[in-house]
């Protein structure tokens, strides 16, 4: 059964820092781009930080220099650190992997979502 478990969130003020982290089971975490996404209230789910297989990064804008993400293929996890939190910060985020799994000269996308973590920026 797959699992992405994600921790971390919490209320801090803004300037403050919060880690982040995405437990996964039943994934074969080496092959997937794992990812960070936030949804605010009202608003769509965004990318916030990805991570491919590669250990390559990818930021969204708002968030470069201030978030960090890393994997540990060995414990199957991916973190994310946050410092300097600002207001607009806040909101569900959430833990997605992705793979493309091969056969018979078929691909196929495999994408799996956590259940969310809050985080929540407030003085």
């Known amino acids: 059964q797959v699992q992405l478990v994600e921790s971390g969130g919490d209320l801090v003020q803004p300037g403050g820092s919060l880690r982040l982290s995405c437990a996964t089971t039943?994934?074969?975490?080496?092959?997937?781009?794992m990812g960070w996404y936030r949804q605010a209230p009202g608003k769509q789910r965004e990318l916030v930080a990805l991570?491919?297989?590669?250990?390559?990064?990818e930021y969204a804008d708002d968030v470069k220099g201030r978030f960090f993400i890393s994997r540990d293929n060995a414990k199957e996890t991916v973190s994310l650190q946050m410092d300097v939190l600002r207001h607009e910060d806040k909101g569900m985020y959430y833990c997605k992997s992705y793979t493309v799994r091969s056969a018979r000269g078929t691909f196929t996308p495999v994408t799996y979502w956590g259940q969310g973590t809050r985080v929540t920026v407030s003085s």
């Open positions: 991570i491919t297989r590669t250990g390559t990064t």
């Open positions: 039943g994934i074969t975490f080496p092959i997937n781009d």
